[in-house]
C-alpha cells in the first residue's frame, strides 16, 4: 500500500465534494416528510458503490427504508468483512442554534480542527464515517489492493431504532455471512489518541403521557382543587432519581456488573481533564452518580434522561391554563447484562405506580437495544489496533463507549459476528446537537487507515 497516501492526496477534493453532496441530502428518518430525501439517498449510496469497484449491488426493499446491499468478492477462501452503517441523519432541531444551516455543508476551522471541518447534520454520524469505507474499497479495488472480501450492509433507520434491519438480518443470513463486521460509528479520544471502542450501552427509549382534567382549564378557577398534570409530572420524574443520582426503579440494577478495581484502574489510564471537559460544556461542575468518575458515568453506568418534556402554553406571552396532558421523552442508557425490554417493562411498572390517583398515566415504549462487550484479544481486534497503530504511529486504547448501536447485539446473535468498532469522529464533534461537524482530517485518516484493517485481518487469519 505504498500509493496509499498519494491516492488519497490526489483525489482529496473530490472525495470531500461527493460527501459534501452527500450531506446536502436531508435524510431524516424520523419525519415522514422527508420520505423523498431518504430514498434519494439511499441511491446516492447505491451508486457509490458500484462505482467504488463492488460487483453486486442492489437495493433491499423491507418494510421501511431500504437497506443498501454490495459485495466484492475475491475468493471465497479468504476472509469476509461486512461493513455495516447509516445513511439517514437526526433532526436538525434546533435549526436556529445552527451557525450555518445544516444541510448546507460548509467547512470551517476550529481550534480542535485546524485543517477545516465539514459542518453539516449527519457529517460525523453516519455519513461522513461510512463514506469513508466506500472510499477505502475505491482506493482497493482501484489499486489491486483488496485482500480479501467485502460486503457492504448500509441502512436507512438506524436513528429511529433499526426496525427494519431487524426484520432483514435473519430472513438473509447467507447473504450476509461473515467472520467480523466492521462499524465507523463512534469516536476515539483524541486525533493524537487514537482508540478503538470495546463496549456500548444499551437503550431503552420511552414516552410518557399524564393526563389530568378532560380539558384545559381556567388556572384561576380551578388551581388548587384540579391536579396539574405538568407539576405532576415534574415530580414523578424528579422522584426517579435520589440523593446521590442513583436511579429509583426497583430491580434496575439487579443485572448490573460492578467492574473490579482493576478494569477501573485501566479505564482510568486514558487521558482525562476535568477542567478541559467542563470548559468545553460551559458548565461549573460534573453531575452524576456518587463514588463514578465522569469516564465511568457516561459508559460503564446506566443512566435516565429526560429527553423532551412539554405541555399547556408555551406561545408567546401569558395564558392562565392548568393543561388536560403534560408529556415527556425518556431514555434509558443500558449496560451489557440488562435487558432492555426487561427494563422498559420495570420503567412501566414503576412509572404506573408512583402517579397519583387524580391523573391518568400512559407508557409507551418506542425502541430500544442490548448493550454489547467486544473481547480484544480476537485477531479482528488485533487487526484493527495494528491499523491504527500503522497510520497514527501509537497503539490505540481500548475504551468503552457512553452510546448506543443497539443492532450489534443482533449482529451476534443472528450472524454469530463479532463486531469492531473503528471510530473516527470525536466528542466534541456535536452529533444529535446543533452544528455538527466532523474533521477533513479525520475524514482522510479513515480513508488510510481502513485499508490496513483489511491488510492485517488477512495476515493474520493465515
Request: aromatic fraction near 10%; hydrophobic fraction near 35%.
Amino acid at each position: 500500500m505504498d500509493n496509499l497516501k498519494a491516492y488519497i492526496k490526489k483525489h482529496q477534493q473530490r472525495f470531500l465534494n461527493e460527501l459534501i453532496e452527500l450531506l446536502k441530502i436531508p435524510s431524516i428518518s424520523a419525519d415522514k416528510a422527508f420520505k423523498k430525501d431518504v430514498l434519494a439517498t439511499s441511491d446516492f449510496v447505491l451508486k457509490s458503490l458500484k462505482e467504488a469497484g463492488c460487483n453486486n449491488v442492489e437495493i433491499c426493499e423491507t418494510p421501511g427504508y431500504p437497506i443498501i446491499y454490495g459485495e466484492k468478492i475475491t475468493d471465497p477462501k479468504l476472509p469476509t468483512v461486512l461493513v455495516y452503517g447509516h445513511y439517514d441523519v437526526q433532526p436538525a432541531d434546533p435549526v436556529e442554534l445552527w451557525t450555518s444551516p445544516p444541510f448546507e455543508p460548509v467547512i470551517k476551522k476550529t481550534e480542535i480542527h485546524p485543517e477545516g471541518a465539514i459542518f453539516a447534520r449527519g457529517a460525523c454520524d453516519d455519513k461522513g464515517q461510512m463514506y469513508m469505507h466506500i472510499k477505502a474499497l475505491e482506493y482497493m479495488t482501484s489499486s489491486g489492493n483488496l485482500p480479501c472480501n467485502v460486503k457492504f450492509m448500509i441502512e436507512g433507520e438506524e436513528e429511529v431504532g433499526s426496525e427494519s434491519l431487524a426484520w432483514f438480518v435473519p430472513r438473509n443470513k447467507e447473504k450476509l455471512a461473515n467472520d467480523v463486521i466492521l462499524i465507523s460509528d463512534t469516536g476515539m479520544i483524541a486525533n493524537d489518541i487514537p482508540s478503538i471502542t470495546t463496549g456500548l450501552r444499551g437503550l431503552s427509549y420511552v414516552e410518557v403521557e399524564v393526563t389530568g382534567p378532560n380539558r384545559d382549564l381556567h388556572s384561576g378557577l380551578y388551581g388548587g382543587a384540579v391536579a396539574n398534570p405538568i407539576n405532576i409530572l415534574a415530580k414523578m420524574i424528579a422522584s426517579l432519581h435520589d440523593e446521590n443520582n442513583k436511579i429509583t426503579i426497583p430491580g434496575f440494577y439487579d443485572k448490573v456488573e460492578d467492574l473490579s478495581e482493576e478494569e477501573r484502574a485501566e479505564m482510568a489510564k486514558a487521558p482525562f481533564s476535568l477542567k478541559n471537559y467542563k470548559e468545553a460544556l460551559d458548565i461549573n461542575e460534573v453531575y452524576g452518580e456518587n463514588k463514578y468518575s465522569t469516564n465511568e458515568r457516561n459508559s460503564i453506568r446506566p443512566t435516565l434522561d429526560v429527553n423532551g418534556i412539554w405541555g399547556g402554553y408555551i406561545g408567546e406571552g401569558a395564558k392562565t391554563v392548568i393543561a388536560s396532558k403534560a408529556f415527556a421523552k425518556i431514555s434509558m442508557r443500558l449496560v451489557p447484562n440488562q435487558e432492555w425490554k426487561e427494563i422498559t417493562n420495570l420503567f412501566k411498572k414503576h412509572f404506573e405506580s408512583i402517579a397519583p390517583k387524580s391523573v391518568k398515566v400512559k407508557v409507551t415504549p418506542h425502541h430500544g437495544g442490548q448493550g454489547y462487550v467486544t473481547p480484544i484479544d480476537t485477531i479482528a481486534y488485533k487487526a484493527a489496533s495494528r491499523a491504527y497503530e500503522t497510520t497514527f504511529g501509537k497503539v490505540p486504547i481500548p475504551q468503552r463507549s457512553g452510546g448506543s448501536i443497539p443492532i450489534v447485539s443482533l449482529f451476534e446473535e443472528e450472524l454469530n459476528s463479532k463486531s469492531i468498532l473503528m471510530g473516527f469522529g470525536l466528542n466534541s464533534d456535536a452529533i444529535h446537537s446543533p452544528n455538527e461537524h466532523f474533521g477533513v482530517w479525520n475524514y482522510l485518516k479513515g480513508i488510510e487507515t481502513i485499508p490496513y484493517f483489511y491488510k492485517y485481518l488477512t495476515e493474520f487469519s493465515k
